[in-house]
């Protein structure tokens, strides 16, 4: 039986250009999502950007179980892996130690001990996504600090 959407979903349905929907869990996102992506041309290529891993297979299984194919489920970290890292042939390297980071980027804030903290920040979040070319780390992270 099909769903009979709510007010809020069905406005969502009909919008065109940009929005901005902020819900709460479990309130009907992912559905409004399926929904609309049934509602537009089966050429039509749709980003879902997920949250976390759980989240994009949860998606991932949802759109595919609604037969679409013009939706992309990706987290931010697989979408800027295929376009960064394999896009740029890049290789992933792991393993560098907090004094690494301050030489890689050239943490110098004149006492150590704060560059350590930093570079110790950037070694934390680069753990699982760490980029062999340094030119590449330099500008992220850097940015990013
Ligand atoms: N209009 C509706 N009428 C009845 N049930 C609905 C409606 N919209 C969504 N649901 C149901 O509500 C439940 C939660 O929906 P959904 O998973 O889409 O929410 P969500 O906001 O994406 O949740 P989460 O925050 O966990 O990602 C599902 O069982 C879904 O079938
Ligand atoms: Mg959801």
Same mark, same amino acid.
């Given at each position: 039986?099909?769903?009979?959407?709510? !007010?809020?979903?069905?406005? !969502?349905?009909?919008?065109? +250009?940009? %929005?901005?929907?902020?819900?709460?869990?479990?309130? +009907?996102?992912? @559905?409004? %999502?399926? &929904?609309?992506?049934?509602?537009?041309?089966?050429?039509? $290529?749709?980003?879902? %950007?997920?949250?976390?891993?759980?989240?994009?297979? &949860? /998606?991932?299984? $949802?759109?595919? $179980?609604?037969?679409?194919?013009?939706? $992309?489920?990706?987290?931010?970290?697989?979408? /800027?892996?295929?376009?960064?890292?394999?896009?740029?042939?890049?290789?992933?390297?792991? +393993?560098?130690?907090?004094?690494?980071?301050? &030489?890689?980027?050239?943490?110098?804030?004149?006492?150590?001990?704060?560059?350590?903290?930093?570079?110790?920040? !950037?070694?934390?979040? @680069? /753990?699982?996504?760490?980029?062999?070319?340094?030119?590449?780390?330099?500008?992220?992270?850097? /940015?990013? %600090?």
């Amino acid at each position: 039986m099909d769903m009979q959407l709510t !007010v809020e979903q069905l406005a !969502v349905l009909e919008t065109d +250009g940009n %929005l901005v929907i902020n819900a709460v869990a479990g309130s +009907g996102k992912t @559905s409004t %999502l399926i &929904e609309y992506a049934k509602s537009r041309p089966s050429d039509s $290529r749709i980003l879902y %950007l997920a949250f976390n891993r759980t989240v994009k297979s &949860e /998606a991932t299984q $949802r759109f595919a $179980r609604a037969s679409l194919s013009n939706v $992309r489920v990706e987290t931010a970290h697989s979408l /800027a892996f295929d376009y960064v890292v394999k896009g740029s042939g890049y290789r992933m390297s792991q +393993g560098y130690k907090s004094y690494d980071w301050c &030489e890689i980027l050239g943490i110098k804030t004149g006492d150590r001990q704060t560059d350590f903290v930093l570079a110790n920040h !950037v070694k934390n979040s @680069s /753990a699982f996504f760490a980029i062999a070319k340094q030119s590449v780390c330099r500008t992220s992270i850097t /940015a990013a %600090l």
